[in-house]
């Protein structure tokens, strides 16, 4: 076997070894438990795919609880320069304190590595049980920008210097009349650009063409904080009608037509230029997106919003095909290459070292990871055996508990049982 190398960057493209070194993070509370679980069901099907002749040099890298423990530091400088320089990453959850403490590491993680995408594709395996009666129309995939927004930790406590000068600034400088009560305030400030929200949604689209996807709906709240999520929105059908002009339809050219022919001419427009495949733009306002997705999830296909939003839309989503512990994703930037592997969920810390939670999230974030570096073989053997092993209705205890008939396994049989059925 050839030594272990660098996965690296050739003219925009990865350059993939066939025994790259993959830098891992177990994760805070459950994530070791998943890790231990995961990494054999990866190495597995690798092995099963290509006999041997690819494999994955695995790295381990500190972050969280271990690494505050092991270095007194929670994100070591190393653990980034790791990423950095191996490109590809994966990573359990990592817990984030509320209200006093440190700051998330998830995020940080996003923002020092400018990974701009959180890609979290949703779809359904048969037999998983679900609140909602047809499961299986639920086939969306999130992309949420992950750099911005509130979620960007601009915030300032009740009663510091730090807030009392951002009020006096805002009452004063900026004629604000409109704190309710200034004394007692925290502040959090929503950053939202016109550069981070079109990299986003450039990079919907692009995904949506690449995989003959129908449409990419926008949501924002633009109706409330207009400059912000409604900038978001306006950019969105700013950038598909001058860059992807060839490639989709607008809502906001629907509305044009509408205006000047009327709405049986816009109707006739869309459906012509739907069946001409190209990709419909659209946008929803995320209170009513948050019903239509229950009620007619079929309607929505590719998803572009805010950091804020596309958190909880995640998670609501996940819970329509079983829960978030078949929740995969990934943390991408599109223009360098870097990428982080995750799951949706946290560190759910209640089962921490119960050997009882679904690594299904993180296996899937994995199977995502393995199709981003072309091992399609792998990735393949991966998700026949997810639908067989849950067909066979051996499951961990989140789907058990609401599935008839269910043998519930640990995580660690649940592993045994997925590499079985490879
Ligand atoms: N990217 C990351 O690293 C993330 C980190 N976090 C952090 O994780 C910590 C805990 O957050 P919390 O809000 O409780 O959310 P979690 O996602 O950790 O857990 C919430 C609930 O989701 C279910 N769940 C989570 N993971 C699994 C799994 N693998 N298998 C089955 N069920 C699962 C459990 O439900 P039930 O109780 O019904 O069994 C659990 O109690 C916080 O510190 C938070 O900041 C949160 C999200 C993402
Ligand atoms: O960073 C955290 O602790 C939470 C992040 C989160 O919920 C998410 O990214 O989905
Ligand atoms: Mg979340």
């Known amino acids: 076997m050839s030594n272990p190398e660098k996965i690296t960057v050739v003219d925009g493209k990865l350059n993939v070894p066939n025994h790259p070194i993959i830098p891992f993070i177990e994760g805070d509370g459950t994530g070791p438990d998943i890790w231990a679980a995961s990494v054999r069901v990866i190495d597995a099907a690798v092995d099963k795919a290509y006999a041997g002749t690819k494999s994955i ?46 700051r998330s590491l998830n995020v940080a993680f996003r923002q020092e590595l400018d990974l701009y995408v959180c890609l979290r594709p949703v779809r359904y395996f048969p037999g998983v049980p679900s609140p909602v009666r047809r499961p299986e129309l639920t086939d969306i995939v999130v992309f949420r920008e992950n750099t911005e927004d509130i979620y960007a930790g601009i915030e300032y406590a009740k009663g510091t210097d730090e807030v009392k000068k951002v009020i006096g600034f805002l009452q004063n400088e900026m004629g604000v009349k409109k704190i309710r009560f200034p004394e007692t305030s925290a502040i959090g400030i929503k950053p939202i650009s016109e550069e981070g929200s079109k990299r986003l949604i450039r990079a919907a689209i692009e995904y949506a063409i690449t995989e003959n996807r129908k449409s990419v709906t926008l ?48 109707d006739a427009a869309q459906k012509q230029e739907e069946a001409s495949g190209k990709i419909i733009v659209k946008d929803s306002i995320a209170d009513i997106f948050l019903q239509q997705i229950l009620t007619r999830p079929d309607e929505f296909d590719v998803v572009a919003t805010m950091n804020l939003n596309g958190d909880y839309i995640s998670d609501a989503l996940a819970a329509q ?102």
């Open 57 to 102: 040099a695995w790295k381990e890298i500190l972050a969280g609880e271990k690494a505050f423990n092991q270095t007194g530091d929670w994100l070591p400088e190393e653990t980034l320069e790791a990423v950095r320089e191996n490109i590809i990453a994966i990573k359990g959850p990592l817990t984030t304190p509320i209200g006093e403490g440190i």
């Open 219 to 266: 949501v924002h709240k633009g109706n409330i904080m207009k400059f912000t999520e409604g900038g978001f929105k306006k950019w969105g059908y700013e950038l598909a009608e001058t860059e992807f002009a060839d490639k989709t339809f607008t809502w906001n050219q629907y509305d044009q037509i509408k205006d000047a022919e009327g709405t049986a001419a816009a």
């Open 321 to 422: 095909v079983g829960g978030i512990g078949i929740a995969p994703g990934a943390n991408i930037n599109y223009m360098t290459g870097h990428a982080i592997f995750e799951a949706t969920h946290g560190t759910a810390p209640k089962y921490a070292g119960l050997d009882k939670v679904n690594p299904s999230s993180v296996i899937l974030s994995a199977e995502m990871m393995l199709r981003h570096l072309g091992w399609n073989e792998a990735a393949d053997l991966i998700i026949s055996s997810i639908e067989k092993t849950i067909a066979n209705k051996t499951v961990t205890y989140d789907f058990a508990r609401m599935m008839d008939g269910a043998t519930e396994l640990k995580t660690s049989e649940f592993a045994d049982a997925l590499i079985k059925n490879l």
